[in-house]
């Protein structure tokens, strides 16, 4: 189980290494995530995907999201994509608060498998619905932008 915290932010940090098939992208927290590319770019896009996989099946399957450790000397951050980072943040602060898909359904007023599919990528999660579950769950959504 997860331990709770004042925000959640799904920015987990990678460590970069350059061999001789190209760059290998490790992250510590979670130890089944690695990915490589030829170039830092490629290295980096593909470990942005590897680590939305991984949590998305995670919170698929009902387990709990390791949340990212502070960051380390020497590590660069690798966001969760948002489209991601939603449905699983939703999925990892119901799991800390150890309430069931029923009990925030009841308290969004909606059905049980309308919140299921909330906690689910590709369901297109307006920004309105974000927040009322995110109240439902005690908490608030910020957003930033972050240029390159």
């Known amino acids: 189980m997860t331990s709770m915290v004042d925000t959640l932010e799904l920015i987990y940090g ?11 992208v490790t992250f510590r927290d979670l130890d089944n995530v690695f990915s490589w590319g030829d170039t830092e770019e490629e290295a980096i896009f593909n470990a942005r995907e590897a680590l939305d996989g991984v949590l ?25 994509s948002p489209e991601v980072a939603a449905p699983v943040m939703l999925h990892t602060l119901r799991m800390q608060q150890q309430k069931s898909l029923v009990q925030v359904a009841n308290t969004l007023g ?33 957003i930033r932008f972050k240029t390159s």
Do not use: F, W
């Open 56 to 80: 998305n099946a995670m919170a698929a399957h009902d387990q709990g999201v390791p949340l990212p450790s502070k960051m380390q000397e020497g590590e660069i951050g690798i966001a969760v």
């Open 14 to 24: 990678a460590t970069l290494s350059h061999d001789v098939d190209g760059i290998v």
């Open 110 to 142: 909606k059905s049980y498998q309308a919140y299921q599919r909330m906690e689910k990528t590709g369901s297109n999660l307006t920004l309105k619905s974000l927040k009322l579950a995110a109240a439902a769950l005690g908490a608030t959504v910020e």
